[in-house]
């Protein structure tokens, strides 16, 4: 009898459990595959080229490898970059784990570099003008007009384990890796309405990407999106108001 009795309480709980939308309280994408995966190539492409097929139309692409000519891809180690720019000043967040609340830290770069592997901490700041030499612009970008339009050039570093929030950005921007791995979910800007950004003045949605509540975010149940993966030396070309959380 007690074995009936518990067979049948599980058959219960299995079907208060396939009540829930597809995904309720997983990570953000869970609730169906992707539609594909974003284009990617093993070439960079000219300043026109570039125009006219990925910033024009809106339409994101992967340059695999494209950064591991950029002198600061080999040269870039902890144990270099504290010897050579450790007085640097920078901002850190407290938690890698994005949450637009927390609070901001000022640190000299080789304290940070001390402690990141240790704490819960994230270095995110406009890169530092003498360690803007070592960086360089892909060759789309480097003539054309583009660098007159270039806003800023920001730095991000942490030890692993980073997720921002959903959200969009209001520029173009590309994002190049020297570390570790990085996966986006991109949502097209034509469901911007039904990814609830509602957080309208920062241009991000309160949503948990790690459990994501699809009662409380009900757009997001069926909302369609790809996956990009990069990996070292990758540079991605990411449309103003693509809609995205990052994990690092």
Known sequence: MKALLILNFILVLSALESEHPPGHLKPLGSHQPPLGVLDSTDFVPTSREFFDQNVLPGKPVLFKGAAKKMPAFS?????????????EAIDVEEGKKENRSLATFHFKLQDFISRYKDEDIYLVETLPAKMREEYALL????CGGYTNVLQDAVVWFSSGGTKSVLHYDSVDNINCLFDGTKELVMINKSHLEQ????????????????????????????IPYYKAVMEPGDCFFIPARQTYPSFL
Request: no cysteine; net charge negative; proline share 2%.
């Open 75 to 87: 040269k870039w180690t902890d144990q270099y970059l504290s010897e050579k720019f450790g007085q």
């Open 139 to 142: 060759k789309s970008l480097s």
């Open 195 to 222: 990814a609830h950004i509602d957080k309208v003045n920062g241009a991000f949605s309160t949503v948990d990407v790690d459990q994501v509540d699809m009662y409380k975010f009900p757009g997001l149940q069926t």
